[in-house]
């Protein structure tokens, strides 16, 4: 019997090598709720870089969650063409992403979507940045993990 994580992992990585997208439907059909629980959340996606986004011909965090709300903020951005996967010292990621028309999240519930986190800096980062423009709530809702239960202890 798989535990969660190693459930979560084992369609991670079948699925990863496909242009991340093909994790939506793994994902979406084992929370079907989604709709439901966060139609009036403004979900903003972790960034990912510009030319991954062009090799594959779109940004898989803000196309999962459109499957589920179409109040997407892609206001978040890398500057420079980082990925976490590559870095010694993760926690540089607070260099690296800005935002653009965060007034949009002023007094809104944001949730903040993305697929995998390795480290937890950049979703920590993106919700520091976020909160500095006074939404009413902010959530997290994240795909796959190893390190949950160490992120927010």
């Known amino acids: 019997m798989y535990h969660y994580n190693d459930f979560f992992k084992k369609i991670l990585f079948q699925y990863k090598g496909q242009g991340d997208y093909a994790l939506k439907d793994a994902f979406l059909n084992s929370f079907p709720d989604l709709k439901r629980k966060y139609h009036?959340?403004?979900?903003?996606?972790?960034?990912?870089?510009?030319?991954?986004?062009?090799?594959?011909?779109?940004?898989?965090?803000?196309?999962?969650?459109?499957?589920?709300?179409?109040?997407?903020?892609?206001?978040?951005?890398?500057?420079?063409?980082?990925?976490?996967?590559?870095?010694?010292?993760?926690s540089l990621?607070?260099?690296?992403?800005?935002?653009?028309?965060?007034?949009?999240?002023y007094n809104q519930n944001v949730l903040i979507f993305d697929d995998v986190i390795t480290s937890g800096n950049t979703i920590m980062t993106c919700a520091k940045i976020i909160e500095s423009y006074q939404p009413r709530s902010i959530t997290l809702l994240v795909m796959a993990s190893n390190h949950l239960n160490e992120l927010f202890k």
């Open 40 to 90: 009036k959340y403004m979900i903003a996606v972790i960034p990912s870089s510009k030319q991954d986004d062009i090799k594959r011909g779109f940004n898989p965090n803000e196309m999962i969650a459109r499957s589920f709300n179409d109040n997407i903020f892609t206001g978040l951005f890398k500057i420079n063409d980082y990925k976490q996967t590559k870095q010694t010292d993760r």
């Open 93 to 105: 990621v607070n260099k690296i992403i800005k935002i653009k028309d965060g007034k949009q999240l």
